[in-house]
């Protein structure tokens, strides 16, 4: 369950296929990446990226009304699909711990793949230097990884890349960030969700 969101877009009049017009904003979750369409108060504005309390307690809940349910990538308005990338990267950028312990537990997906081959610019000779890097020392903070590795792609837009490919394409065979809609497959590993 999500606590937070982030708002991606803003619709004051709801939707124009709606029978029941009432404010609604599509927001990303802030630990597992969901995307919820939202109910907003009435007389409430939303900001572009703001960030709303969308959890259990309904008395903190300051401007959203009610969680309509979680929608898919497909069912997000335009607004909002352009909004997703940058949304993405403020939630990495909040959780730069999860980060750093993704990149330290990465591991073989089997004996021709690594997870690190999966995010966005990461190709053989980056893995190698990588895994030789964390061999010696696990990397403290993602300063620590960019200074001993300065030509490894940015950690935090390799993994907002990945979310966005995770959200947004129902084909992805390895979902390490985000639940599939449906049904969880059997390669879904929750990174930033464990419990440590």
Known sequence: ????????????????????????????GTKE???????IKRNVTINPYEK????????????????KGRVDYEHLTSN????????????????????????????????????????SGIGKKHLEEFLTERENRKFDSIEDLKSRL???????????????TELSDKNQRYHFFVKPLNQLPPNYNPYFNKKR
């Open 80 to 119: 909002a699909k352009d909004s997703l990338l940058s949304a993405i990267k403020l939630v990495l950028n909040e959780r730069k711990e999860d980060v750093i312990n993704f990149y330290n537990n990465t591991k073989p997906l089997n004996i021709r793949m690594h997870q690190l081959e999966l995010l």
């Open 1 to 28: 369950m999500e606590d937070y969101g982030i708002a991606l877009d803003y619709l004051p009049h709801g939707k124009s296929d709606d029978r029941l017009k009432q404010p609604i904003a599509y927001v990303l």
């Open 150 to 164: 300065p030509n490894f792609p940015d950690p935090i837009n390799c993994l907002a890349h990945r979310v966005l």
């Open 52 to 67: 709303l309390y969308i959890g259990k307690d309904v008395q903190k809940r300051d401007k959203v009304e009610k969680i």
């Open 33 to 39: 990446f969901t995307l919820l369409e939202v109910v």
